[in-house]
């Protein structure tokens, strides 16, 4: 799968009464692909990610890739606190089909770089989708 263009961060859509909004997602994925994006980022710092319960993130994530049907490839936020959540994440993302991790650098917890390097190693050797290193 190749990424280039614009690929957006989509927002997660909620109800008034904070409930996901299944379909709102459903539409802003129609009308971002019928705009010719060249494909979808869900669950990063824009979809709210932090709020939401694993499995709110895995049933986003299925929307997306069922919704999307292979159009454009799909970018899933996988980021969490600790490095065993994020390798447990990816696969879990990868199983509901995407096309691509992204993984945020972890937030809250001042770590040194040694420590970074670590982290994204331990994840990057577990990956079973091609990883920048």
Do not use: W
Request: with cysteine.
């Amino acid at each position: 799968m190749q990424f280039r263009g614009i690929i957006p961060a989509l927002v997660t859509p909620f109800t008034a009464d904070q409930q996901r909004d299944e379909q709102a997602l459903r539409n802003l994925i129609e009308n971002l692909l019928n705009a010719g994006v060249h494909g979808l980022f869900v669950l990063g710092t824009n979809g709210e990610f932090f709020t939401l319960s694993e499995s709110e993130k895995l049933k986003i994530a299925r929307i997306t890739v069922e919704a999307v049907a292979g159009r454009v490839p799909v970018v899933v936020g996988t980021g969490a606190f600790a490095t065993h959540e994020v390798i447990e994440m990816n696969k879990k993302m990868i199983d509901v089909g995407a096309d691509a991790l992204s993984i945020i650098t972890p937030y809250f917890n001042a770590i040194s770089q040694s420590e970074l390097i670590k982290h994204y190693t331990a994840i990057a050797d577990a990956a079973e989708l091609p990883s920048c290193r």
